[in-house]
């Protein structure tokens, strides 16, 4: 009744390199994505990454998207090391696989050491997951894996950060194009509605008093959490994103 010891063993990218470590557990609800759970951490982790070749492609490109997210938030020789060895990982080298698989849970551990129950520095790892999970949420669960629908809303922070001026101009561009390169989509189905995206980060749990808490970008590798942004500056970010992927614009 009030939690079981229990080993994780992780076979699909995303599970081992993020929802296997930081004892978050949850269950979807009709009007969000994870709005049900508790902080229960596993006895153990046990990741053997060779069960990465057996997965179907787009599942691994799903989990790919949170193994950018750490190079992009706090470890930018990570995500130089990706743009490097995109091709390699691609066609699942070993010795690649375990070095992004142990980097990639090296990062995630020292957050959350740090920060077990997301009181600060632990919401970085929120970043893209806000607006993932309105557009999770918005297409009724049914259209995205979670890393496809991370990777658009990575890309769509990203945008808010430049038109803020927070970061450089081209690091959109620089993040969607390794999220490409991975498989990945980097825009807002043109389908989508905007209204319903917008209703959806009203009831994102990271929502606080002050404003909807979004994390981003000062940089590659640079991540800071923000409340202040305007719901007008979000709601153009949003409508900027839509659809350039169909449209074939490039960043």
């Not at 979807?28 to 997965?55: C, W, Y």
């Not at 849970?105 to 970043?127: M, T, Y």
């Not at 893209?128 to 049914?142: P, Q, V």
């Amino acid at each position: 009744m009030r939690g079981i010891r229990f080993l994780q063993a992780p076979t699909t990218l995303l599970a081992q390199v993020d929802a296997s470590v930081g004892g978050k557990t949850g269950i979807n609800h009709e009007k969000g994505k994870n709005l049900i759970g508790a902080f229960h951490q596993p006895a153990a982790v046990m990741i053997d990454s060779s069960t990465l070749r057996s997965l179907e492609a787009r599942e691994f490109n799903a989990g790919m998207a949170e193994v950018v997210k750490y190079g992009a938030i706090r470890d930018p020789s990570f995500f130089f090391w990706l743009e490097e060895h995109a091709g390699e990982i691609g066609s699942r080298n070993m010795g690649d696989l375990e070095y992004l698989v142990y980097q990639s849970v090296l990062n995630k551990a020292e957050i959350v050491a740090s920060d077990e129950k997301e009181a600060g520095v632990r919401a970085l790892l929120n970043f893209g997951h806000s607006f993932g999970h309105a557009l999770e949420a918005e297409t009724r669960f049914s259209k995205f894996l979670h890393g496809e629908a991370v990777a658009i809303g990575m890309v769509t922070a990203t945008r808010l950060s430049e038109s803020r001026g927070l970061c450089r101009p081209g690091t959109t561009g620089r993040i969607s194009a390794l999220l490409r390169r991975f498989g990945l989509p980097v825009a807002i189905p043109p389908e989508s509605s905007i209204d319903g995206l917008r209703d959806a980060l009203d009831l994102d749990k990271k929502a606080v008093a002050s404003g909807l808490r979004l994390i981003l970008l000062t940089g590659i590798g640079k991540a800071i959490i923000k409340d202040d942004s305007h719901p007008d500056e979000i709601i153009a970010v949003m409508k900027h994103s839509l659809g350039r992927e169909r449209a074939g614009t490039k960043e």
